[in-house]
C-alpha cells in the first residue's frame, strides 16, 4: 500500500515488523524481498513520487575539502532515490576488491565475493539485466577486436551492463498491491528512540513538512537512506540519545570514484573501438571498456582502476554527472512528474528554465535518438579511491526544516589516489601505441588534474568491519552495539572497487532480507 504521511492524523502511531527508513534501490529490495517472505514491512520516504523542490531543498548541507557537488544536487530526495535519475551502469565488484591487502591500509571486506555471488544473481533480475555473464569475450562479436594486447599487459577488457531501472516506479508500484509492504511517502525519519540501555531502537518518530508527527514502532529497523544520509541520521542518533556513542567511525572514510577524463583517442574508423560503444543485447544496453588486471594491481600495488570511451559529439554519453544540462534535467524532470498524472513542483519556473535553454534543449533531444558517427572519444578513467579515514560526513551547525543538522562533506583525496590517475594515463598509452588508434592528452596544459569529478557514489561512511573500533556496521549489516538496527547500502562497502555500486548493493540487500527473515518468523512484533 502507498500511503502519504500528509493524511494521517498527528501522533499517529504504527506497527510493524521491520521499519526502512530510505525508498531507493536498497531499501525497497530489503522490503521487495522480506514482502515475499510474509513480514510486515514500512518504508519510510522522506519524498515523493516525484520530484518536489521542499523535498529536494531538505538535502542541502556544505561542503569542504576538494571541490564537490551540491549535496541537493548529487541525490535525490524521492521514491525511487537515485535510481530515479541513474544511468544504469552495472557490474559486480571484483574478487581482488574484497580481498584485505597491504598496499591499501584499512582494505578488506569480512568476506569474499563466493560469499555475494549467489545475491548477485539475485541482484541481476532484480536490476532487469540480462544474464549474469560479465566476460568481456562473450559479449565481443567475432570482428570486433580490443585496443590492448589480449595476453599479458596492464590492461584487459571488461563489461557493464546497462538498464537504468526505475525502482520507485518498478517496487514501489508492487507494493501497492502487497499485503505486507506499506511504502510511506512525505515522511522524515526525525529521530530514532531507543530503550534504556541504548541498544535496542524502539521507534522512529516521523515529521512532516506539515508540522505532523507520526511514531514508527518496529522490531527491527533498516537505515538505507543513500551513503550520505545514513551517515547523517546515525550522527544525530548518536547526539540526542545514550546510542552509538562508542561508534566512532560513523562517517569516516567517505569515499567516491574519481572520475577523470584523461585523453582523447581518435580512430581511423569506428571499427577500431566498436566493442567499447553501447549496443543492445538481450533487453540490455552492452559496453565494453578496459580494466586494470589482478595481476597488474598486484604487480603495480594500485587500487581498481577501469576506463570507458565516450562519443565526444553525443552530449548524452557523458563520465560524470556535472556535465548534464540543467534545463534538459528539468524537462525530464517535468516529463515524469506528468506521466505520473501529478503537476511538477513550480511548474512556471521550470518551463521558464526551459524555454531560457531551448536551443540547447532541443539539441539534447535530437541526439537522444539521432546518434553522431563514434571517431573521436573522451577516454574517461574510473579509479577506486583508497580508504581515507579523514575524507567524512559530519552534521552542520544548520538544521533542516524538521530539526534535524543538516551534513556536512569534507571529501579528501590521497597522494595515492592521484598517483593512480597518474600511472593509469601512463601505461594506457603505452598499450594503446600498438595499435591503429591515436591518443591525446586531455584538458589542455592544465592536465586532468583541473577535471577531477565525483560519481556520485557516496561509499563507505558506515563501513563494514568485524572489529566494533575500525567500523559501523558487522558483516551482517546490523549496527555494532546494537541489538535490532541494521544499515545497508554503498555506505557499508569497506572499499569502493572501482565499478559502479547499485548491482552490489542491491545484492548485499537481498542478502540483509534473507538475514532478517531467516532470524525472524513472520509477525514477530
Not at 330 to 341: D, E, I, K, S, Y
Not at 412 to 431: H, I, K, N, P, Y
Not at 483 to 495: E, W
Amino acid at each position: 500500500m502507498l500511503v502519504n504521511a500528509h493524511a494521517l492524523p498527528d501522533r499517529e502511531r504504527l506497527l510493524r515488523d521491520v521499519c526502512i527508513v530510505g525508498g531507493g534501490a536498497a531499501g525497497l529490495t530489503v522490503a521487495h524481498e522480506l514482502g515475499r517472505a510474509g513480514i510486515r514491512v514500512i518504508v519510510l520516504e522522506a519524498g515523493d513520487v516525484v520530484m518536489r523542490r521542499a523535498a529536494q531543498q531538505m538535502y542541502s548541507g556544505s561542503a569542504t575539502g576538494r571541490p564537490y557537488y551540491r549535496l541537493d544536487e548529487c541525490r535525490f530526495r524521492m521514491l525511487g532515490g537515485s535510481t530515479a535519475h541513474w544511468g544504469g551502469w552495472c557490474r559486480p565488484l571484483d574478487s581482488l576488491d574484497f580481498e584485505a591487502v597491504d598496499w591499501m591500509p584499512d582494505s578488506g571486506w569480512p568476506f569474499d565475493r563466493t560469499v555475494l555471488e549467489p545475491f548477485y544473481r539475485r541482484a541481476q533480475a532484480l536490476c532487469g539485466l540480462g544474464p549474469f555473464d560479465y566476460e568481456a569475450a562473450r559479449w565481443k562479436a567475432d570482428d570486433e577486436r580490443s585496443l590492448v594486447p589480449e595476453r599479458g599487459g596492464w590492461f584487459e577488457d571488461a563489461v557493464f551492463q546497462v538498464r537504468p531501472l526505475r525502482f520507485g516506479e518498478v517496487y514501489g508500484s508492487a507494493a501497492r498491491g502487497s499485503p505486507f509492504v506499506d511504502v510511506m511517502i512525505n515522511a522524515t525519519a526525525a529521530a530514532l528512540t531507543t530503550d534504556t540501555t541504548g541498544r535496542r531502537v524502539v521507534g522512529v518518530r516521523v515529521a512532516t513538512p506539515r508540522r505532523r508527527s507520526i511514531l514508527v514502532s518496529a522490531g527491527i529497523f533498516v537505515i538505507a537512506a543513500g551513503g550520505i544520509e545514513n551517515a547523517r541520521i546515525l550522527l544525530a542518533a548518536r547526539q540526542s540519545s545514550p546510542m552509538l556513542r562508542d561508534a566512532g567511525a560513523i562517517g569516516s572514510y567517505f569515499a567516491d570514484h574519481l572520475h577523470v577524463p584523461i585523453g582523447i583517442l581518435r580512430t581511423n574508423g569506428s571499427q577500431g573501438a566498436r566493442f567499447y560503444q553501447p549496443r543492445g543485447q538481450h533487453a540490455v544496453t552492452v559496453r565494453g571498456a578496459l580494466r586494470l588486471t589482478d595481476a597488474a594491481r598486484r604487480a603495480l600495488r594500485m587500487p581498481g582502476v577501469g576506463v570507458t570511451l565516450h562519443n565526444i559529439g553525443d552530449p548524452h554519453d557523458v563520465l560524470s554527472i556535472g556535465q548534464a544540462s540543467r534545463p534538459y534535467t528539468m524537462l525530464g524532470q517535468t516529463v515524469n512528474a506528468v506521466r505520473h498524472g501529478r503537476l511538477p513542483s513550480s511548474p512556471g519556473a521550470l518551463t521558464a528554465a526551459i524555454l531560457r535553454g531551448a536551443p540547447e534543449v532541443c539539441r539534447l533531444v535530437y541526439r537522444r535518438y539521432v546518434k553522431p558517427p563514434a571517431r573521436t572519444f573522451v577516454i574517461g578513467c574510473r579509479a577506486e579511491p583508497s580508504p581515507n579515514a579523514e575524507s567524512r560526513v559530519t552534521l552542520d551547525s544548520h538544521v533542516d526544516a524538521v530539526g534535524v543538522p543538516k551534513a556536512r562533506l569534507e571529501w579528501r583525496l590521497s597522494a595515492c589516489d592521484l598517483a593512480t590517475v597518474d600511472r593509469t594515463q601512463a601505461f594506457l598509452g603505452e598499450a594503446l601505441r600498438h595499435h591503429d588508434v591515436e591518443m591525446f592528452p586531455a584538458n589542455g596544459p592544465a592536465g586532468w588534474r583541473g577535471a577531477i569529478a565525483g560519481g556520485a557514489h557516496h561509499i563507505g561512511t558506515t563501513r563494514m568491519h568485524r572489529d566494533p573500533s575500525r567500523g559501523v556496521v558487522d558483516e551482517h549489516c546490523r549496527v555494532h552495539g546494537t541489538t535490532n538496527l541494521y544499515v545497508i547500502g554503498s555506505s557499508v562497502f569497506p572499499t569502493a572497487g572501482w565499478a559502479p555500486p547499485t548491482l552490489t548493493i542491491v545484492a548485499l540487500a537481498a542478502k540483509l532480507a534473507d538475514t532478517l527473515a531467516g532470524g525472524m518468523p513472520p509477525r514477530e512484533v
